[in-house]
């Protein structure tokens, strides 16, 4: 079966069903669409608005390392606690915060395997409730690391050089759609992907109820791809969500070393101008 490179990275649902007062842990739920946690909500866990409390708006970017900051004193983290993040689509949002925060150097940090979908098949509370914590000066130590995250100018440099891995679907990797069928097709300006990329979609790492498959399966499905321990990997989608999710997986899971997030993505690859596009 194969154990995971990283398996402290994971929590089960059993695990933090058992720990929800545990006050060294801080249960955050991550989505783009925060009306599911208005409506229903792990016990005591915080909600983060992946747009409005992750972007330094009005700019396309993350906050720094002062927003983080900010946002973890709010929650009531301090040194000795850990994070637990999930959300929906299968942890998409809680896999791009989990990114962010070890991009951004918090490593206490894990991610609910199969996140609220499986805590919701199980038929676990949720509550509407919200929590308040008392804030702390919590301020993260270390440095940004870089290595984490694949800028435009280094795409640009690395087109045709290192492994690209596409983790849309089919249909958007071929160019036939923009975005995920169900929501609006726009955004990049083209179709299509970059030169060499493989398409390994994001959802092949998922089971039917939103956890992570095994080892040896994942070995297999990226393997099968061409997409190999030892070599240069960058993972993107169209807004760098779904890449985070397949970041996480060969990061933490399989244990690849040199795996980056391309956040810019194909919004905006496809977007650029005179750059090199596939279909």
């Known amino acids: 079966m194969g154990e995971y490179a990283h398996p402290d990275a994971l929590v089960e649902t059993d695990w933090l069903a058992d720990r929800l007062d ?5 249960v ?9 946690y208005e409506k229903g909500h792990i016990r005591n866990a ?5 747009f409005e409390d992750l972007h330094a708006k009005p700019r396309r970017d993350y906050i720094d390392k002062q927003g983080l900051n900010k946002l973890l004193q709010q929650a009531g983290v301090g040194p000795d606690t850990t994070v637990v993040l999930y959300g929906g689509n299968n942890n998409w949002f809680a896999a791009y915060a989990y990114w962010l925060l070890r991009y951004l150097s918090f490593d206490k940090v894990k991610l609910l395997n199969g996140g609220r979908k499986k805590w919701e098949l199980e038929s676990r509370e949720l509550v509407t409730e919200v929590p308040t914590y008392k804030p702390t000066s919590f301020k993260v130590k270390g440095s940004v690391r870089k290595d ?7 795409v640009l440099k690395k087109v045709g050089k290192v492994q690209f891995v596409d983790v849309r679907s089919p249909e958007e990797y071929r160019g036939e759609l923009m975005a995920p069928a169900h929501l609006p097709q726009e955004q990049a300006q083209v179709p299509g992907h970059i030169p060499g990329a493989a398409n390994v979609p994001w959802s092949k790492a998922a089971n039917e109820d939103g956890t ?3 080892a040896d399966e994942l070995k297999e499905l990226y393997g099968g791809a061409g997409v190999t321990p030892g070599e240069e990997i960058i993972a993107y989608c169209r807004i760098g969500e779904r890449s985070a999710h397949t970041w996480f997986v060969l ?5 690849y070393e040199g795996v980056e997030n391309y956040d810019g993505s194909w919004t905006e690859y496809g977007s650029l101008v005179g750059v090199p596009v596939e279909r």
């Open 212 to 214: 992570f498959k095994l």
């Open 251 to 255: 990061t933490e899971l399989l244990g």
């Open 22 to 26: 545990d006050q060294s842990i801080r």
């Open 148 to 154: 984490l995250r694949a800028l435009r100018n280094e």
């Open 28 to 36: 955050i739920e991550v989505d783009e669409d925060t009306t599911a």
């Open 46 to 50: 915080v909600g983060w608005n992946w």
